[in-house]
């Protein structure tokens, strides 16, 4: 399975559906660097298809002229997602769910800066338990 993070935030069953781009956008830096799936630094949407290997590029396209983060470009195919088409069909169908330029754009220029403040230090890039502590 490969779900964008934007998706599976716009998806989960626990959010409720007033839930904003801006609260998604907001939460789109928690996972951290090494959780990043491609894409999430722009918001991707494969708009809400949870196994997208075989969909082609009309599911897995990149914008990157950040004009649009591909959500809610249709139905994503009933093999793998049908089941849940009752959650996804609403969801798709709001617009609020859809983000904008300019939120594309600055989750791009969190994304660097988050990436500017892990190389800053080797502290951020610390690999082993023992490595933390001693720092600590």
Known sequence: MSVTFDDAFSSSVHTAMSVTV????????????????????????KSLDRDSYNSGDWFNRFDFSYSSNNWGV???????????????????ADLSFKPESSHILAAVENFSNLLRIRYSSPLFRLRKAN????WC
């Open 74 to 92: 249709g139905l994503p195919p009933k093999e793998k997602n049908e089941k849940n088409w009752p959650l996804i069909k609403p969801r798709l």
């Open 131 to 134: 490595s933390i502590q001693i």
């Open 22 to 45: 801006d609260d998604a956008f907001s939460s789109s830096v928690l996972p951290g660097v090494p959780f990043f799936h491609c894409g999430d630094e722009m918001l991707r949407s």
